[in-house]
């Protein structure tokens, strides 16, 4: 069995400002994870993935994402927020075995301010 | 990347009724789909997995009389609610999965049922 923590359920952060978005799991096996975002009443845009290889992700809107394996961490950064990036955003996980069924984490509201 | 279309997007039912909601891959073919379900302010819990032409995998807890699922084709599944009441009102997503060991599964957007 799988899980995600997303220990900050809401975020607040001035405009231009770096922000950081933590991510832990927990796994017995190898997992794929990602990062969405939800803007209100729509569904999930993907902004990353780590599946292997370099630990380092970038994905879409200038975020990047770090894969730790020996803390089980997978980060979300970026280092200068816009007040259009004011969403949700979940971590998920995947177990590439069992048919890649994701595992959501309870989100975190990331709010930018002027 | 691929598209899903959900429909509809919103919808308002009486007590007692059906409601059906539509997910379709515009321009791949979707092997896998998934649904889940979504309370205001919170995660998304998966509901069912259903792989087209096979009946659906329902999560723990979940009443598959009640959530009727069905993957006809490789471009369309339909989530049922029957009997419908007041605390089945949520927004219910669905996302869809190419085969051939597809990581990524991409998103509809999502339909909000408000059953009165």
């Known amino acids: 069995a799988q899980s995600v923590t997303q220990l900050d359920s809401q975020v607040p952060v001035f405009e231009e400002a770096p922000v950081e978005l933590r991510c832990n799991y927990s796994s017995s096996v190898s997992v794929y994870l990602f990062w969405y975002v939800q803007y209100p009443n729509q569904g999930l845009q993907l902004l990353l993935k780590?599946?292997?290889?370099?630990?380092l992700v970038k994905g879409i809107n200038g975020f990047e994402a770090e894969f730790n394996k020996s803390q089980t961490s997978f980060h979300l950064r970026k280092p200068s927020v816009h007040i259009s990036d004011t969403a949700e955003y979940f971590c998920a996980v995947s177990d590439p075995v069992g048919g890649n069924k994701l595992t959501f984490g309870t989100g975190t509201q990331l709010k930018v301010e002027l | 990347g691929a598209v899903v279309s959900q429909h509809p997007s919103w919808v308002i039912c009486k007590s007692g009724t059906s409601v059906k909601i539509e997910c379709r891959s515009l321009d791949f073919q979707a092997t896998t789909m998934f649904w889940y379900r979504q309370f205001p302010k919170q995660s998304l819990m998966l509901m069912a997995t259903?792989?087209?032409?096979?009946?659906?995998?329902?999560e723990q807890g979940v009443e598959k009389d009640k959530f009727l699922i069905n993957h006809a084709s490789l471009t369309l599944s339909t989530l049922t609610v029957t009997s419908a009441h007041p605390e089945d009102s949520s927004f219910y997503i669905c996302?869809?999965?190419?085969?051939?060991?597809?990581?990524?599964?991409?998103f509809g957007q999502g339909t909000r049922l408000t059953v009165v």
């Open positions: 259903s792989n087209e032409g096979s009946k659906a995998t329902y």
């Open positions: 780590y599946l292997s290889g370099s630990t």
């Open positions: 996302s869809a999965k190419r085969g051939g060991g597809a990581t990524e599964a991409f």
